[in-house]
């Protein structure tokens, strides 16, 4: 998530209290397709501050996945969603909330390729849409090449 839903009390507060929801779920959409996702609440307190200050944050994602495809033991996934973001806080420094102003968004987008008993390969692209929740940063691109040794 950003750095205020890390710390929405900006370094104010030494005892914060969360009570965190979340749900996920998945459903089959075919033997060779899944869909799944979860949604992320949290209700934060800074109970050593004055009146107590509450932030709230929200995450989600949503995933597909095709396992077997192209062979047994490969995966494709794709994935969207919101890293954890303020959206009301009643902290405030020099008179502003202390929230998210935009929304970001993380794409994701991998293969895994089973090329013996123990040995798989996964090459993936993530893109950071608004990073930090904020529309005045660049999106961010990240390739990944991962061997995987299995015994």
Not at 34 to 51: C, E, I, R
Not at 54 to 76: E, H, R
Not at 87 to 108: I, K, M, S, W, Y
Request: net charge negative; with cysteine.
């Amino acid at each position: 998530g950003s750095r205020i839903a890390n710390d929405p009390f900006r370094g104010t507060s030494e005892a914060i209290v969360a009570n965190s929801f979340g749900v996920q779920t998945e459903i089959g959409i075919t033997p060779s397709l899944f869909l799944s996702g979860w949604v992320g609440f949290t209700q934060a307190f800074a109970t050593d501050l004055a009146n107590e200050p509450q932030a709230n944050s929200f995450t989600w994602a949503a995933t597909l996945a095709a396992p077997d495809l192209g062979g047994d033991g490969n995966l494709l996934g794709l994935a969207i969603g919101q890293p954890p973001k303020v959206t009301q806080n009643d902290f405030t420094r020099r008179g502003r909330a202390c929230v998210d102003p935009d929304t970001a968004l993380h794409l994701e987008a991998f293969y895994r390729w089973q090329v013996v008993d123990n040995l798989t390969l996964t090459a993936g692209m993530f893109v950071i849409l608004r990073p930090e929740h904020d529309s005045n940063n660049s999106p961010i691109y990240i390739g990944t090449f991962r061997s995987t040794f299995s015994f």
